[in-house]
């Protein structure tokens, strides 16, 4: 199966009124994040589903279509890439996480980074160095960092709760409400497997976290802590 086919099946999927609620979603005016991103209005089941016809597609196509300037084509060719990667034997996986760090640069909305960056990147470096993790949290592209901190899911999934905490300090200081968000989920994640360690963090981290990081991180408190965290009382009478 090539990118064309793929591509001309996918739009026959279109839905306009879907892909006008989703630009609003999605926030694409000028000036916002997703400006410039053009949607087909294809929900993810559908995307998710489609992938099952077309398995089989070469990795050099799949590429292609993650070139597309078209949302959910793009989205497509990551969940395809999940897939891939899933049933692959260790040296084409490989390929595929080289080809996913080649073409981050198209791997930017946030769905498209959260519906794939821990099932490529934090699965192929579960057993390996992570030093990459880091140099992508570093990076000036937001979904390159963004990617970096989702990609510790995988880690967190299997009880490793070090690289989720030393990533979330490193990205503390960044200015982007996206990179705030995704840094509280994780630490939120990692709370349920060790709430005492998300404590600490909280602790020691609390006048540096932004005030949507710490919403995130301790939405699963009860609300008297939630409180009590937000007004800085709880962090006090702790320390």
Request: proline residues 3%; charged residues 25%; glycine residues 2%.
């Amino acid at each position: 199966m090539n990118a064309q086919r793929i591509n001309q099946h996918l739009q026959s999927l279109a839905d306009a009124d879907t892909a006008q609620q989703t630009r609003r979603f999605f926030k694409t005016a000028e000036g916002e994040y997703s400006h410039g991103d053009i949607f087909l209005g294809i929900r993810v089941p559908v995307l998710r589903k489609t992938v099952n016809q077309f398995f089989d597609t070469p990795l050099n196509e799949v590429e292609l279509l993650l070139q597309s300037p078209l949302h959910e084509i793009r989205h497509f060719a990551l969940l395809l890439l999940v897939k891939q990667f899933q049933k692959a034997e260790p040296e084409k996986q490989f390929v595929i996480y080289q080809r996913y760090l080649a073409n981050t640069e198209n791997i930017n909305n946030w769905d498209l980074v959260d519906n794939s960056a821990h099932h490529i990147v934090g699965a192929y470096l579960f057993e390996k160095d992570r030093s990459p993790l880091y140099q992508l949290a570093q990076s000036s592209s937001l979904w390159e960092r963004r990617i970096a901190i989702v990609s510790s899911f995988y880690f967190i999934k299997r009880h490793q709760l070090d690289d989720t905490f030393k990533l979330s300090k490193l990205l503390l200081q960044d200015q982007h409400d996206l990179i705030h968000k995704a840094v509280g989920w994780m630490l939120r994640e990692a709370g349920k497997i060790n709430n005492e360690l998300l404590k600490q963090f909280i602790i020691e981290n609390y006048n540096e976290m932004p005030r949507t990081t710490l919403r995130y991180a301790i939405e699963r408190f009860n609300q008297q802590q939630r409180q009590h965290l937000l007004k800085g009382e709880w962090v006090t009478s702790v320390r």
